[in-house]
């Protein structure tokens, strides 16, 4: 335990709220707290009542202006964990089609008596502009192409996790040092990926070795900033030289099928095939965030396998959420300030505030 | 949750300054062994009995109880871990992070469960165990075990075996470990 939370406390003490805006703000020890608390919410999950009354008379709205499945299911199962109350928000069903802005809508909501935003939205920064409207907690649960970064936690979560229960100490916390020189490589749709944004960060702040592989119109403009060993177009070539293979969702609802030829070659190319799979090493991971474009960038038969994590991360997701709800909620601030550089601004058609992308 | 921790950490932390050794190494393992006798006698044996050490501070006296007991009576006794930060009644108003894991070795149904701390102080710790340990079934009864008894009590909790009563000042600081017991003071950063 790095004690970062507790130093941290004495500011909660006079009052003083944080936020989990994005993984830049939080460092590589914030990042390793959040793991360690983790682990505590882990156990919780296994027991026959997994709730623990933490937040009671708390309340967290997730304010959703984006579809999601997972992540707000995640959310709002955390929420209810650590049993504090839920209000869900979805912005199809709600006043802002009959035209309310955003900032109204939500110091509506906020005026009800609200301790937690969660906060997805399709413009990069909504998050964080709702942190400046409101005196509620907001974590960013995806903004626009910009960060999601409790999903990144979820992932290095998962990583750690794995790589501990293979050193043989499943309930001892086993630190970040697992990460340093870990090969990782981010496949696929990485241009319009707040997953991979935030995933960079953090494996770049804990000490992993990062290689993208996409496309060349598939990658962000520019690179500067990013934690990032290599940038690869060759799947083949990268993958028995990988300990993690990260496959990225196509993300066509932002239009990255204009960025390629055809989704078939896309797939042809980059897709992770039981072919592909099989020039992995042994003890190598496959992970996806979700929604998985099944036959797209991960084939059928490749999800079933042993080494694919992706429904361990989705089990761990409902920790890790809690782990951030809680050390908000509980203690006013997540982390430690400070910590990795923010990313280059991406240039380009970024959407940016109050544009609606893909809606 | 040990009370050095707590006491030691920010907002309200500092630096322990010792001033007395109230109980030596030997002295502390006389009374883990005395303690563990009247476990024994208490409860006609060891059955159904199990051991919860809180986190941290309760932890390395659990342990030794459990082998004390083993050697006394043959039996092994199961040591659980309880961390209970997620039932303080205190989060929100200092910081509150999870100090270990918690493992608890299998249903408490039935079990006659003796809690294991370090030092006994408001109480309120206690009273989160009690809440925690509910959720992990209904123990046939549970008991308190302490090293220090150091008085100023919050909630109406008592000891059911204690190692030393110790009337002490509420500014000042006890310090238990397997090495023995200190009393000392907090001195701000």
């Known amino acids: 335990m790095t004690g970062l939370g507790r130093q941290g406390g004495a500011e909660a003490a006079k009052g003083g709220r944080r936020h989990l805006l994005s993984i830049a703000e939080l460092g590589a020890e914030g990042i390793e707290e959040i793991l360690e608390v983790s682990d505590a919410f882990v156990e919780v999950g296994r027991r026959s009542i997994p709730k623990v009354p933490s937040l009671r008379g708390r309340t967290v709205v997730t304010l959703f202006a984006e579809q999601s499945t997972r992540t707000r299911l995640s959310f709002e199962t955390a929420a209810k964990r650590l049993s504090a109350d839920v209000l869900s928000f979805s912005v199809d069903t709600s006043s802002l089609k009959k035209g309310e802005s955003l900032r109204d809508t939500v110091e509506t909501v906020a005026a009800m008596g609200v301790d937690a935003f969660v906060v997805r939205h399709t413009s990069a920064g909504a998050p964080a502009a709702v942190a400046r409207w409101v005196d509620a907690s907001v974590v960013n649960a995806g903004d626009g192409w910009h960060e999601h970064p409790t999903q990144a936690l979820l992932d290095c979560y998962t990583i750690r996790q794995v790589l501990t229960e293979r050193g043989g100490h499943p309930l001892e916390g086993s630190g970040v040092g697992c990460f340093v020189g870990l090969r990782v490589a981010i496949v696929g749709d990485v241009r319009h990926s707040r997953v991979a944004r935030s995933l960079v960060l953090a494996l770049g702040a804990l000490g992993a070795e990062v290689t993208l592989v996409a496309p060349g119109s598939l990658l962000p403009p520019s690179l500067v900033g990013w934690p990032v060993a290599k940038v690869s177009y060759d799947l083949d070539a990268v993958l028995p030289n990988v300990d993690v293979c990260y496959l990225l969702r196509l993300q066509s609802e932002r239009g990255a099928g204009a960025f390629l030829p055809s989704v078939r070659e896309y797939s042809a190319w980059y897709g992770l095939t039981s072919r592909r799979a099989a020039l992995l090493g042994d003890d190598a991971l496959v992970m996806h965030p979700g929604p998985m474009n099944r036959g797209v960038e991960i084939a059928d038969d490749v999800v079933a396998l042993p080494q694919s994590l992706v429904l361990r991360q989705v089990s761990n997701g409902v920790a890790v959420r809690m782990a951030v709800l809680f050390m908000l909620l509980g203690q006013g601030q997540v982390g430690s300030g400070g910590g990795a550089p923010a990313l280059a601004p991406i240039s380009g058609p970024a959407p940016t505030l109050g544009t609606v992308v893909g809606a | ?189």
């Open chain 2, 1 to 189: 949750m040990a009370e050095r921790e707590r006491r030691l950490t920010p907002p309200r932390g500092g630096v322990f300054v010792p001033r007395v050794q109230v109980l030596t190494a030997q002295d502390v393992q006389r009374a883990l062994t005395r303690i563990a006798h009247e476990i024994i006698e208490r409860n006609h044996g060891l059955e159904d009995v199990m051991l919860v050490g809180l986190q941290t501070g309760g932890v390395p006296l659990s342990f030794r109880i459990a082998s004390v007991l083993e050697e006394m009576e043959g039996t092994v006794v199961p040591v659980g871990l309880l961390d209970v930060a997620f039932y303080r009644d205190d989060i929100g108003i200092r910081p509150v992070l999870p100090e270990a894991a918690t493992d608890i070795p299998g249903d408490l149904a039935g079990r006659l469960v003796v809690m294991v701390d370090d030092v006994l102080f408001t109480g309120r710790t206690v009273r989160a165990a009690l809440n925690a340990l509910g959720d992990y079934g209904r123990a046939r009864a549970v008991q308190l075990a302490v090293m220090v008894d150091r008085g100023h009590r919050e909630l109406p909790i008592r000891p059911d075996y204690v190692g030393k009563n110790m009337p002490t000042r509420i500014d000042e600081q006890v310090d238990v470990s397997l090495d023995g017991v200190v009393l000392g003071d907090v001195v701000p950063r």
